[in-house]
Nanobody, 124 residues
Framework: QVELVESGGDSVQAGGSLRLSCVTSVYTPRNYCMAWFRQAPGKEREGLAAINNKYDRRYADFLKGRFTISKDNNKNPLYLRMNDLEPEDTATYYC??????????????????WGQGTQVTVSS
């Protein structure tokens, strides 16, 4: 069982930045994919960025380089650095954990474990 806890969500002005963190439980498989998703009210959950234990990264095209996923090593938290935030980025952000893949998926169906979410609100 992998437990995930997100933090770092906040209310910010458009153009601002935030860094989200996701702490994993003591036990985590050696090989994995981890990803960030978000879900706005009335919308489906969408994948943003993913990384595996070999640090291969994948991003959703619509992010246009504004977000960066990172994980220093297998023990440190998963991060999502978000720059140039827009009101459209307002959502609940989730981290997820799933089996290893050379190119991790951005589909929620590929992930087994989820955090409880952290709220990001961007005002204009």
């Amino acid at each position: 069982q992998v437990e995930l806890v997100e933090s770092g969500g906040d209310s910010v002005q458009a153009g601002g930045s935030l860094r989200l963190s996701c702490v994993t439980s003591v036990y985590t498989p050696r090989n994995y994919c981890m990803a960030w998703f978000r879900q706005a009210p009335g919308k489906e959950r969408e994948g943003l960025a993913a990384i595996n234990n070999k640090y291969d990264r994948r991003y959703a095209d619509f992010l246009k380089g504004r977000f960066t996923i990172s994980k220093d090593n297998n023990k440190n938290p998963l991060y999502l650095r978000m720059n140039d935030l827009e009101p459209e980025d307002t959502a609940t952000y989730y981290c997820a954990h799933g089996p290893y893949d050379r190119m991790c998926s951005l589909s929620s169906s590929q992930y087994n474990y989820w955090g409880q979410g952290t709220q990001v609100t961007v005002s204009s």
